[in-house]
């Protein structure tokens, strides 16, 4: 499919685009490009493998700015990466994709959008704002989440999943490594180096690098807050282990005397007066008693329990 740029996409035949002299958007799939790639008359030769598209980047060529996309799936980031290529000059951009990305988002911003100012970088502009049009609704979905986790664990309850806070803290670093990426694209746009855009325009891919540089901002600010929670987590474990030693160590030592009466009694000497004596069993019962509450009224004063 190819549009030219007016004050909405308007979609062309043929190649009529290439007489009206306005900046077109073409989306042609890996097959049609190898098939009408001279038409476009971009002096290139991109045969983009989804295989060896493993980043979001953009080459300056001599007359050309070619380069792909590699987007992380915002609902599973364990999901592969959707992948598409493109090439662009001063007269349009050319997207080269098989997933069907590229047509959706391309719709959408036929249907949505209208501008006063047509131009190939104010929609640059768009298509690179809709790549990550929902991320600041999903990073605060996340912070609320981890905002979430830290009160479990500081009142105490056992609906912690520390297995979560390790997926979050992994979606985020993939979000992260992208935003790096965007923003290095926005600079090689920004930069001009071939003279494609209008200077006046280049203000848009400065407000998308500003845009991103937040983004990544606020990923990175997650990122840390996983880190918190996770020490947060291990710290109460360590407080609930100490306090559980704390009271075997009291109990241990509020019953040691009486294990030393019992080794002291259990010793099977043939003349031990106790033994025979009426009394000696109730006697060690009640003396065992107050061992007990002498040691616990010493430990509650100390506050050792």
């Given at each position: 499919m190819i549009y030219t740029i007016n004050e909405t996409l308007t979609p062309v035949k043929g190649d009529a685009f290439a007489a009206n002299g306005k900046p077109f958007v073409a989306i042609l799939t890996k097959s049609e490009w190898k098939e009408r790639r001279d038409r476009f008359d971009m002096g290139i030769e991109i045969d983009p493998e989804e295989s060896e598209i493993v980043f979001t980047?953009?080459?300056?060529?001599?007359?050309?700015?070619?380069?792909?996309?590699?987007?992380?799936?915002?609902?599973?980031?364990?999901?592969?990466?959707?992948?598409?290529?493109?090439?662009?000059?001063?007269?349009g951009i050319v997207f080269i994709d098989d997933s069907g990305m590229v047509s959706r988002i391309v719709g959408q911003i036929q249907n949505e959008k209208k501008w006063r100012m047509p131009s190939l970088e104010r929609f640059i502009y768009d298509f690179l704002d809709r790549l990550v049009s929902g991320d600041q609704q999903l990073l605060s979905r996340y912070e609320w989440e981890l905002y979430g986790m830290e009160n479990i664990i500081t009142r105490?309850?056992?609906?912690?999943?520390?297995?979560?806070?390790?997926?979050?803290?992994?979606?985020?670093?993939?979000?992260?490594?992208?935003?790096?990426?965007?923003?290095?694209?926005?600079?090689?746009?920004?930069?001009?180096?071939?003279?494609?855009?209008?200077?006046?325009?280049?203000?848009?891919?400065?407000?998308?690098?500003?845009?991103?540089?937040?983004?990544?901002?606020?990923?990175?600010?997650?990122?840390?807050?996983?880190?918190?929670?996770?020490?947060?987590?291990?710290?109460?474990?360590?407080?609930?282990?100490?306090?559980?030693?704390?009271i075997l160590t009291a109990v241990t030592t509020i019953f040691m005397p009486l294990t030393l009466i019992v080794g002291w009694y259990g010793m099977n000497f043939r003349y031990m007066p106790e033994l025979e004596y009426r009394w000696s069993y109730p006697i060690l019962a009640v003396l065992s008693i107050i061992i007990v509450g002498i040691n616990i009224y010493v430990f509650k004063k100390k506050k050792w329990m």
């Amino acid at each position: 499919m190819i549009y030219t740029i007016n004050e909405t996409l308007t979609p062309v035949k043929g190649d009529a685009f290439a007489a009206n002299g306005k900046p077109f958007v073409a989306i042609l799939t890996k097959s049609e490009w190898k098939e009408r790639r001279d038409r476009f008359d971009m002096g290139i030769e991109i045969d983009p493998e989804e295989s060896e598209i493993v980043f979001t980047k953009a080459e300056v060529n001599y007359d050309s700015i070619t380069g792909t996309f590699s987007i992380p799936n915002r609902d599973d980031f364990s999901q592969k990466d959707t992948t598409f290529a493109f090439a662009l000059d001063e007269k349009g951009i050319v997207f080269i994709d098989d997933s069907g990305m590229v047509s959706r988002i391309v719709g959408q911003i036929q249907n949505e959008k209208k501008w006063r100012m047509p131009s190939l970088e104010r929609f640059i502009y768009d298509f690179l704002d809709r790549l990550v049009s929902g991320d600041q609704q999903l990073l605060s979905r996340y912070e609320w989440e981890l905002y979430g986790m830290e009160n479990i664990i500081t009142r105490d309850e056992e609906l912690f999943g520390v297995d979560r806070v390790n997926d979050i803290r992994g979606d985020v670093r993939d979000l992260h490594n992208h935003y790096e990426q965007l923003l290095d694209m926005a600079e090689i746009l920004e930069e001009n180096e071939n003279n494609f855009f209008k200077k006046n325009n280049l203000r848009y891919f400065r407000l998308f690098a500003n845009r991103i540089e937040r983004l990544r901002d606020t990923s990175a600010g997650i990122s840390e807050y996983t880190m918190q929670i996770r020490d947060l987590y291990k710290m109460h474990l360590d407080i609930k282990q100490n306090n559980i030693m704390t009271i075997l160590t009291a109990v241990t030592t509020i019953f040691m005397p009486l294990t030393l009466i019992v080794g002291w009694y259990g010793m099977n000497f043939r003349y031990m007066p106790e033994l025979e004596y009426r009394w000696s069993y109730p006697i060690l019962a009640v003396l065992s008693i107050i061992i007990v509450g002498i040691n616990i009224y010493v430990f509650k004063k100390k506050k050792w329990m």
